[in-house]
């Protein structure tokens, strides 16, 4: 039986987290399908050049919004052809699994971080602070994939041969109004190389931008942490942690945050941390790699400046 | 209209759990327990619906051990009516919750479930989108808005790349996320209150539902400790580091 991936994408390009699912799917199994609703041929161009898949299934119709009703039957029709079905566990594919597994009545394993073997999985609980081995005893497996645990699948030398995928019916009782996407030049967070975190100690929305300068001048995306994000300074996409986006960048710099638990469990598999905070009991200098303590609004400049 | 507020009882967030000796589980003995806090969260907006007379009924349930009735109680003192206890020792899976669930929103009448987005203890994030499913209603989930209009539900939901709006038919299934409301605190004579109202305790085996678990946990274990707390003393020293250390830069 093959594996069946539940690509998330923009109109433009796959997400890096499928590209995750992927690389996972191969520890599975050789014979890897991916499902696209996206009608962009740009995408479709995008998911030909990954390596290893077999079959592209293209799926058109009501594609707004991707509504985990509109696609949950489509899936669970295709699903008698696959023993493994995986996406990618950012927001959509948290949306949409449990609403697929639970109609296949198959007992979901979420946010894995590690393939043991066909039905035995790692994955985190307790925001990361313990890591639970589960052994799954369904037939089928429905599997949200921690982007960050799993290397991008090589994005050259695919094979893959498309295929017309069933048409996607609107579900009556949802309509998809709309989205307010943010705009950034800079990379995403969750595929960035560097991340600059902004705290509470940021002190307001304003003082961000000397984050952002520090961002340009690293090509860095920037994150912040809940306390930033309750306190209004930036928008709910920019948050890192339990309930936010997961990263594991190269380098993450977490400038003007404390370090609470909740925190730490979307950053602590960074390469290299670097914290900058003022109060040098905060947690988070426990987890840098490198420490600096001092002022934020005085630091952050002077970085700035002295990068090449 | 008649809300469910599903509620689970968890380690609370400010413990720093630990795995217990066998490395078969989070220890949860002599540990602070507290109503998850998502759930909180749910029972707030419910409570608030029904303040602005769009709900005539908040009917509250946790399956759990007897530990359950207290979360339960807690719920009562923001402002739930009464409430389901479905007793259970072993720890029930979310489509197992989800098929409970479904149980007593027939039986209920419920035209709306609001749910947390996710437990703090597995972080599963499914129950909500399970029910929605079994049941065959539409989901909002990771709501950060809600807005009743007659037999429409508006809902603003947090996505990775910043906010989408649905618009679906109740009956409906919400799961909240955190900037959703700020939860209330219950004042003393509301706990007083909350003593008096009515919980039907059910054990799970009555219920006719298949709830045998199918993920069996082999091993907990506590993950890789980072070792960090290195201080530098100024920026020059951490460009250094960064550039000829770590090679980051």
């Known amino acids: ?308 | 209209m008649k809300i469910l507020v599903p509620v689970k009882r968890v380690i609370d967030y400010n413990v720093k759990i630990r795995v217990n000796a066998e490395g078969s589980a989070v220890d949860t003995n002599n540990v602070k327990m507290s109503m998850n806090p998502f759930d909180e969260i749910a029972v707030e907006e419910a409570v608030r619906m029904k303040e602005a007379g769009l709900a005539e009924e908040i009917i509250i349930v946790s399956i759990g051990d007897k530990g359950a009735q207290e979360t339960i109680r807690t719920a009562f003192a923001m402002g739930g009516d009464r409430g389901f206890h479905i007793m259970t020792e072993h720890n029930a899976e979310p489509l197992t919750v989800a098929k409970i669930l479904k149980d007593i929103v027939v039986k209920e009448g419920i035209e709306l479930v609001i749910l947390g987005k996710q437990a703090i203890d597995d972080d599963s994030n499914q129950t909500g989108q399970m029910l929605a499913a079994i049941l065959d209603w539409p989901q909002g989930t990771f709501a950060s808005k809600l807005e009743v209009n007659g037999k429409k539900i508006k809902v603003v939901r947090e996505i990775d790349g910043g906010l989408e709006t649905l618009e679906m038919s109740m009956p409906a299934v919400v799961t909240t996320d955190l900037r959703l409301n700020e939860p209330r605190y219950a004042s003393l004579p509301n706990i007083m209150k909350a003593k008096r109202k009515e919980i039907t305790e059910l054990n799970i085996d009555e219920l006719n539902i298949d709830t045998k678990n199918r993920l069996e946990i082999l091993k907990v274990s506590e993950p890789a400790i980072r070792e960090g707390g290195r201080k530098v003393e100024d920026v020059d020293e951490l460009i250094n580091m960064l550039k000829n250390e770590a090679g980051v830069i």
């Open chain 1, 1 to 308: 039986m093959a594996v069946l991936v539940i690509a998330e994408s923009n109109g433009k390009a796959i997400d890096r987290g499928t590209l995750s699912a992927i690389t996972a799917a191969k520890k599975i199994d050789n014979v890897i399908d991916l499902i696209l609703f996206d009608e962009s041929q740009e995408v479709l161009d995008f998911a030909k050049k990954i390596n290893g898949l077999k079959k592209i299934i293209c799926c058109k119709g009501a594609l707004d919004g991707t509504l985990a009703e509109n696609i949950s039957p489509v899936i669970v029709n295709l699903s008698k052809n696959y023993s493994h079905i995986l996406s990618s566990a950012g927001t959509f594919g948290k949306n949409i699994m449990p609403r697929i597994s639970a109609l296949c009545d198959s007992q979901q394993i979420s946010d894995i971080s590690e393939i043991i073997s066909n039905d035995t999985f790692v994955r985190p609980i307790y925001a990361g602070n313990a890591l639970a081995t589960i052994k799954s005893s369904d037939d089928k497996k429905f599997i949200t994939v921690r982007a960050t645990a799993f290397q991008a699948a090589d994005c050259e030398g695919g094979q893959a041969e498309k295929e017309e995928g069933p048409k996607i019916e609107q579900y009556e009782k949802t309509e998809f109004c709309g989205r307010e996407l943010s705009q950034s030049d800079r990379p995403e967070l969750t595929a960035a190389k560097i991340v600059v975190s902004g705290g509470r100690g940021m002190g307001s929305g304003e003082n961000f931008s000397i984050l952002d300068a520090l961002a340009d001048k690293l090509g860095a995306a920037v994150g912040a942490s809940r306390a930033a994000v309750d306190a209004g300074y930036v928008p709910n996409d920019y948050q890192v942690g339990q309930t936010g986006k997961v990263v594991a960048p190269e380098l993450y710099i977490a400038i003007g945050i404390s370090g609470a638990i909740q925190h730490l469990a979307g950053m602590k598999d960074s390469k290299v941390i670097v914290a900058i905070n003022k109060d040098e009991e905060a947690p988070i200098f426990q987890i840098a790699d490198f420490g600096l303590v001092g002022d934020l609004f005085k630091i952050i400049p002077e970085l700035t400046e002295k990068l090449d």
